[in-house]
């Protein structure tokens, strides 16, 4: 990582005279929440210095955005960002033009070469591994069976083409019986969070072939490397597809806010990605 990354800098606003006060504090939660001042309008900051304000606003700024950027590239330096379009109304959350219409995730695309030298990718919250699915050929689009739609309708631990559906279980909702998901992201890691408040689990499609560092039912930690960026499933150039599940299996979220939405308001991100577009 280079650069600036994720330091959530901008504290030259801040008074750096020896005495700390509420004020200061909430400046920092500013600066650190953009200067969305509504979310800390139940501070008290005229009294004295409280260990439980503290707490408070180290609660608020940590809440929801617990994200860490999770692939090794800085987007407009040496990576570009095709956003999803969850609510299907052909704008990505800034009122661009996403990926496509309905696209389920943010896609980070590098190059080929990128691609055979090697980028990482990072777990971007602390989690447990739900599904890896790994194997399939890596250099999609082309002829290779991989790289095709499945010729029929999959059922439960089926794969075909570079579709592969997970065995039925519990996993419905946050987690009731039965159900099966399917993703045609060829080889992917979907890891389940907790404690996070909006972020059920994440996924991440399209790597490089048995390059998955992870196994099932791993714990794994923020930042930790579980494999490299490829270009399986059904993908037209080597990119990460990074998906948010807000309140339960399969149910999108949108790391980013935004006027065109669906998140308006908190973005999930611990840090705001730099954004050189
Ligand atoms: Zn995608």
């Not at 504090?25 to 929440?33: D, R």
């Not at 993908?235 to 935004?258: D, K, Q, R």
Request: aromatic share 12%.
């Amino acid at each position: 990582m280079s650069g600036g990354w994720g330091q959530c800098d901008n504290l030259g606003d801040l008074n750096y005279d020896e005495n700390i006060n509420i004020l200061d504090i909430v400046i920092i939660a500013n600066i650190v929440l953009e200067g969305n001042y509504n979310e800390i309008a139940d501070i008290d900051t005229s009294g004295t210095l409280d260990i439980l304000d503290i707490v408070a606003l180290i609660n608020l700024i940590l809440g929801d955005r617990l994200l860490t950027w999770p692939i090794d590239c800085i987007p407009g330096i040496d990576c570009e960002i095709g956003h999803a379009d969850i609510d299907e109304d052909g704008l990505s959350f800034n009122c661009d033009s996403p990926g496509y219409t309905g696209h389920q995730g943010t896609d980070i695309g590098i190059t080929w070469e990128q691609m055979d030298s090697g980028v990482d990718v990072f777990a971007a919250e602390d989690g447990i591994v739900l599904w890896v699915f790994d194997g399939k050929y890596d250099r999609c689009p082309d002829p290779h069976p991989d790289c095709n739609s499945p010729t029929s309708e999959l059922g439960p631990g089926e794969s075909d083409g570079y579709t592969i559906c997970t065995e039925l279980g519990p996993y419905c909702g946050a987690g009731d019986c039965c159900c099966f998901w399917c993703f045609a992201g060829g080889n992917i890691v979907i890891i389940e969070h907790f404690n996070t408040g909006n972020i059920f689990a994440t996924r991440y499609d399209h790597f490089k072939k048995n390059s998955i560092l992870v196994n099932q039912f791993d714990f794994v930690t923020k930042g930790q490397k579980i494999g490299e960026v490829g270009s399986s499933g059904n993908s037209t150039g080597p990119h990460l597809h990074f998906e948010v599940w807000g309140s339960g299996y399969y149910e999108l979220a949108e790391p980013w806010a935004g006027p065109c939405g669906p998140n308006f308001d908190n973005y999930l991100w611990e840090c705001y990605p730099p954004w050189n577009e």
